[in-house]
């Protein structure tokens, strides 16, 4: 094989089906380009059709008749792809039992949406159908752009921005404060500053004083007034700390107070312990309910199961006359043996009592979908109350802690109210004590203002202290604030690139659709129709695809018409334009290089031509259904293969 021939055959497509509509052996090879599969109605065109959407990730197409498995692979590009399929496996009277699934699958995209709607135009395409039907556009083009996913973002983005405004808000309102404590600070160490060179003034005039010239005693009572003058500032240090920290701890108790007031404000006022007993009976109920469910379908599933056995068993029975064929002609007049009393009845009223009893065991069965559906939301409230509930308790807890802690600071504080009462006494004490003893007033005056500004530097200072850790805090809140308006900038361009997303999607594809249905209606010369397009509107809940006509009449006079003046044919041909433009907006080429088409026997050989040469130029396999008398007609222009060939070998 030279290079040229095995670069040809890497471009080949070749479909391998088994067991899959009516085909129980088929496999086709398709060169790039357009490519018609010829064949009478009901010769499986569809079946491989479909096989080929399956592989290329679509939706999967039913069993063969009597077939167990099937298979669809697919050879493209040097790669291997393939899909094993099945039947949903369960009871005779379960609805779901026959259903064709898939067993296991490497399909060349893993994006069902994509090929369901813009590769696999068939008769079930979804586009083509709300076309025909008047379903809802935007939602089928925008479905792949997955418009809820980014309206949850969006939601989500907003929500975020909402907290960062009012976080932002809170640190603005800090952080406004900083001009304020600067002032105060300002003053502060001026008052400081003015306190302290009073002070030392004041310890320079106590310094020169002539102690000799005081009694031993008048000494000691000086040195004590000193001493507990230092004590009483001491502890209201220790005070004024411990009302600070009452106050903080009085703020940790109004915030715990809020969050148990919200919790029961959810509740409605009503107490999560009495919630949770409700939700616990009516758990209990629906239990009870499921339980009796549960033994009513046993005891029915048998029944049918039995019946539908009597009932499906064939064979002739012993002495089985040929003169009784006539009878089996019909399957309704013929009796059977009932399995529980003996007695011959007729199949019909056999069936007809198998049919109820189903009835019955369907009902029961959803019913009991419905019990289990509300035992889990039950469950989910239990949970939730249960949560709420630990909530509340830690709430509790720590609401205690922090009224006993509290208490035990108010009581320290009371107790140190207490000695700086006794230090006070003690204090007055002294200086009568001086008085007494005659110490020189002028001493005992230094003394004493000596004592109090080294008091009021202390209180100058720790008041600077604090308000120099507000500055501290209020500038770090400035700092967070710029930090959180740059997240909050970020959010904003996230959020206008969601939204622009979302709009440019839309606009293009209204846009393509447009465009490409000018060109199409163009090629393919209908009479009567002088443009369809696609309008674009507004509504409360969201963006609306309206799809327009405007007709001609036989003297060239032009209108606007309803969608359903065109004909069905006219329709199917404006759904798989719309589907195809799909195709372009979402850029599926990149993802799965080819176009499925079936179902176009309402369209003359001409005009499928003009219909798959506009695909053609978009893809780069066009795969597409014809009757024989189309597809003779399509043969020059196009490669044709047929099912009947021999080569193909379908069965």
């Not at 496999?27 to 064949?39: D, H, L, Q, R, Y």
């Not at 899909?83 to 994006?111: C, I, M």
């Not at 922090?402 to 207490?418: F, G, H, W, Y």
């Not at 939204?499 to 209606?521: G, H, P, Y």
């Amino acid at each position: 094989m030279t290079v040229d021939e095995s670069n040809a055959a890497d471009e080949r497509m070749t479909v391998s089906v088994r067991n899959v509509g009516g085909i129980e052996r088929a496999s086709v090879t398709f060169e790039p380009g357009i490519t018609v599969v010829a064949g009478e109605n009901a010769s499986n065109k569809s079946s491989l059709l479909g096989s080929l959407g399956a592989v290329l990730g679509g939706s999967p197409p039913p069993l063969r008749g009597g077939a167990e498995t099937g298979s669809v692979t697919l050879d493209l590009d040097g790669e291997h792809y393939a899909v094993e399929l099945g039947r949903q496996e369960g009871s005779a009277d379960d609805d779901a039992a026959g259903r064709t699934l898939v067993k296991d699958a490497t399909p060349y995209t893993t994006d069902a949406t994509l090929v369901d709607c813009f590769v696999r135009l068939d008769e079930d395409n979804p586009v083509r159908r709300a076309v025909v039907d008047g379903g809802d556009l935007h939602e089928l083009l925008m479905r792949p752009a997955d418009t809820e996913a980014i309206d949850a973002e969006i939601d989500r983005l907003r929500e975020r921005r909402a907290k960062l405004d009012e976080r932002i808000a809170d640190l603005d309102e800090r952080a406004d404060a900083i001009p304020e404590l600067e002032v105060r600070a300002r003053r502060l160490r001026e008052r400081r500053d003015e306190v302290s060179d009073r002070l030392e003034s004041k310890r320079a005039a106590l310094a020169e004083t002539d102690y000799r010239a005081a009694a031993e005693a008048t000494q000691d009572l000086l040195d004590s007034l000193d001493d507990t003058r230092a004590e009483r500032e001491r502890l209201r240090d220790r005070r004024d700390t411990k009302r600070r920290a009452v106050e903080s701890l009085r703020d940790d108790l109004d915030a715990v107070e809020a969050e148990l007031s919200a919790l029961d404000a959810d509740l409605g006022g009503e107490s999560v312990r009495s919630r949770l007993d409700a939700v616990d009976d009516d758990l209990s109920a629906l239990r009870e309910r499921k339980g009796r469910l549960d033994e009513t379908i046993d005891a029915l599933r048998p029944i049918v199961e039995v019946n539908q056995a009597l009932l499906a068993d064939s064979r002739l029975p012993e002495g089985f006359d040929e003169g009784e064929v006539v009878d089996r002609l019909d399957p309704a007049a013929e009796s059977i043996t009932c399995w529980t009393c003996g007695q011959s009845v007729e199949r019909a009223d056999v069936r007809e009592q198998v049919e109820a009893v189903q009835a019955i065991l369907r009902a029961k069965r959803e019913e009991r979908s419905s019990v289990e559906a509300r035992i889990e939301e039950c469950r989910q409230r239990r949970s939730d109350l249960e949560t709420r509930l630990e909530e509340r308790s830690d709430l509790e807890d720590r609401r205690r802690r922090l009224e006993r802690e509290i208490e035990d600071r108010e009581r320290t504080i009371s107790d140190l109210e207490e000695r700086i009462d006794a230090a006070e006494e003690r204090i007055r004490d002294l200086e009568a004590d001086l008085d007494e003893a005659e110490a020189d007033d002028d001493l005992l005056e230094r003394h004493r203002e000596v004592s109090d500004l080294e008091y009021e530097r202390g209180r100058l200072e720790r008041e600077l202290a604090a308000v120099g850790d507000e500055i501290e805090a209020a500038e770090a809140a400035a700092t967070e604030a710029d930090s959180l308006r740059e997240e909050r900038a970020d959010v904003d361009d996230r959020l206008d690139d969601l939204r622009d997303r979302i709009d440019r999607i839309e606009r293009e594809a209204v846009e393509t659709v447009n465009e490409c249905m000018e060109r199409v209606l163009d090629r393919l010369d209908y009479d009567g129709i002088e443009r369809v397009w696609i309008d674009r509107r507004h509504v409360d809940g969201g963006t609306v695809f309206d799809l327009q006509v405007v007709r001609t009449t036989d003297d060239g006079a032009v209108y606007r018409a309803a969608v359903d003046t065109l004909s069905k044919s006219e329709r199917e041909v404006v759904g798989l334009v719309i589907a195809l433009s799909g195709y372009l907006v979402h850029d599926v080429s990149a993802t799965v290089p080819i176009v499925v088409v079936d179902a176009i026997e309402m369209l003359d050989a001409e005009r499928i031509r003009g219909l798959l040469e506009f695909f053609d130029e978009h893809a780069r396999y066009v795969v597409a259904a014809a009757l024989p008398e189309e597809a003779e007609c399509l043969r020059s222009r196009f490669d044709t293969v047929s099912l009947e060939s021999p080569e193909i070998a379908t069965q």
